[in-house]
């Protein structure tokens, strides 16, 4: 019993490795970067594009085999690479090497793996080769459209038109372009080198601006710099020496302290003195001028005034005169016309009267008088006028001699003042040295001198008086000449010192 139930569990498990064995020998699982294309007997898929092309498609998952009646290959799904080398000519007719890369896969979808299993599935290897033939021969068809200056400056163009171009036959091909790079264009002729170098230049000669505008702020910063440091090394210099000089100063003071307080002491005591000389100065001139110069004004003053009251009262009788000389003149030429009228008109009367008596004599004797009598009376007239003209013009003559007597005497009214003032010279000088008797003590400061000018200023006094009655008489003007109006009032004589 117990061996049946070990035969029995040996060949349990045997049949357990066998089973095990077969199925992994049936078993097939694609891998998620690869394609699985099974091929052989009952080789269908479930999907119509699988069932015409005679085999089977399996990405992603496992299917069963059977060894001996199927085949199953391996279609990689991965991204490949293909390095781009390519000598082109561009529209321009410049030789240009172009290098790039493509980057690219089997699609994803069935029949893109199709066409490539189809193409690729034994030759995975010349994959690249085709596509970098199949990328070259249209790199050269696009470039040859394009400028050097296209190529450079729009590169995006180029890889979109490369892609374009190749779509139909990576279709067909069952392969799709994941990235295509145009990584560098060169040129055996330098034109791009050319073609670069005016910018190259300008951006050269922008930087060495730039670098001298730099440098030249460098500099004058440095200038600015270097002018503080002094200008600070010269404040402190100043302040230094300044210092140095209050120090100075202060030992100085200190050194002439006690001379300089018995300096300031004096000092004082001469300025107290000048000060007392000269109020006692100021006191004197108050007296001299209280006590002579005011008494002198006013007599020089007083003098004027009488002097012109008695021209004014000159010139009224002057004018008086020739007034009552020129209306007596007047009334006698007056008075002898209508005597010499009264004597024509009685004349005239009588010849008319002898006329109407003798009038019966006869007419020619009438006419005779009548004739007589019109020329006694026309004599009588002529000689009764002439000695009024006489008499007129005799009057009028003395009249303009008053006049004329007067308005010399206006003219001449200084010679009259300075007539007064000569006539009254030692009564002014007197009652100018008479200040100097009431003074009891008088202090004179330049000696000899302030002497000899107190005395000239006494002197002097009747020529303030002159100049006095001078500056009245110019005020008063040709009314008060006329005595139409008052004297002008006093003015204050100008001081001779």
């Known amino acids: 019993m117990p061996t049946e139930i070990a035969v029995l569990g040996g060949a349990i498990i045997v049949a357990l490795v066998v089973i095990v064995l077969l199925f992994k020998a049936v078993w097939r699982v694609a891998e998620p970067n690869e394609a699985m294309i099974i091929s052989g007997l009952g080789a269908r898929s479930r999907n119509d594009l699988a069932d015409s092309l005679g085999f089977k498609i399996v990405t992603g998952k496992g ?164 002018a503080k440091k002094a200008a600070a090394i010269r404040e402190s210099q100043i302040q230094q020496s300044g210092y140095q000089a209050d120090v100075d100063q202060a030992a100085a003071k200190s050194r002439q302290a006690g001379p300089l307080s018995e300096a300031t002491a004096r000092q004082e005591v001469v300025v107290q003195e000048t000060r007392a000389a000269e109020l006692e100065a100021q006191l004197a001139e108050q007296r001299l001028q209280s006590q002579v110069r005011k008494p002198a004004d006013a007599k020089a003053y007083e003098t004027v005034t009488l002097s012109q009251a008695e021209r004014d009262a000159r010139i009224a009788q002057a004018e008086a005169e020739a007034r009552e000389t020129e209306l007596r003149a007047a009334a006698q030429a007056s008075q002898v016309k209508q005597a ?44 009764g006028l002439a000695e009024a003209e006489s008499a007129k013009a005799r009057g009028l003559a003395e009249a303009e001699a008053i006049r004329a007597r007067s308005e010399a005497l206006a003219e001449n009214q200084e010679a009259v003042i300075a007539q007064q003032l000569a006539e009254n010279w030692p009564q002014i000088v007197e009652a100018g040295s008479k200040a100097f008797g009431n003074i009891d003590h008088m202090v004179v400061l330049n000696g000899a001198q302030g002497i000899e000018e107190m005395l000239a200023k006494a002197l002097t006094l009747g020529g303030t008086g002159l100049g006095l009655a001078r500056s009245l008489l110019a005020k008063q003007g040709p009314a008060g000449v006329n005595g139409s109006e008052p004297p002008a009032a006093p003015v204050k004589p100008v001081n001779p010192a």
């Open 63 to 226: 299917t069963a085999v059977m060894p001996g009646f199927q085949t199953a290959r391996r279609l990689r799904l991965d991204s490949r690479v293909s390095n781009l080398q390519v000598s082109c000519v561009t529209q321009q007719g410049i030789p240009v090497q172009v290098r790039g890369v493509v980057i690219y896969k089997v699609g994803d979808d069935f029949a893109s793996i199709a066409n490539s299993a189809r193409r690729f599935l034994d030759q995975q290897e010349f994959m690249n080769s085709a596509i970098h033939e199949l990328f070259t021969g249209h790199l050269r068809s696009i470039i040859g459209n394009l400028t050097v200056e296209d190529l450079i400056l729009n590169r995006e163009r180029l890889t979109a038109e490369v892609r374009s171009s190749a779509a139909d036959e990576m279709g067909k091909l069952g392969l799709v372009v994941d990235s295509l790079q145009i990584q560098e264009i060169d040129d055996e002729t330098g034109y791009i080198i050319n073609l670069g170098k005016p910018y190259a230049a300008k951006i050269a000669a922008a930087a060495r601006i730039a670098q001298a505008q730099r440098d030249q702020e460098a500099t004058e910063a440095e200038q600015i710099a270097a």
């Open 340 to 383: 010499a009228a009264a004597e024509a008109e009685s004349v005239r009367l009588r010849g008319e009267a002898a006329a109407a008596a003798t009038k019966a004599t006869g007419v020619g004797e009438a006419e005779a008088a009548k004739a007589r009598g019109l020329a006694e009376a026309e004599a009588a007239r002529a000689r």
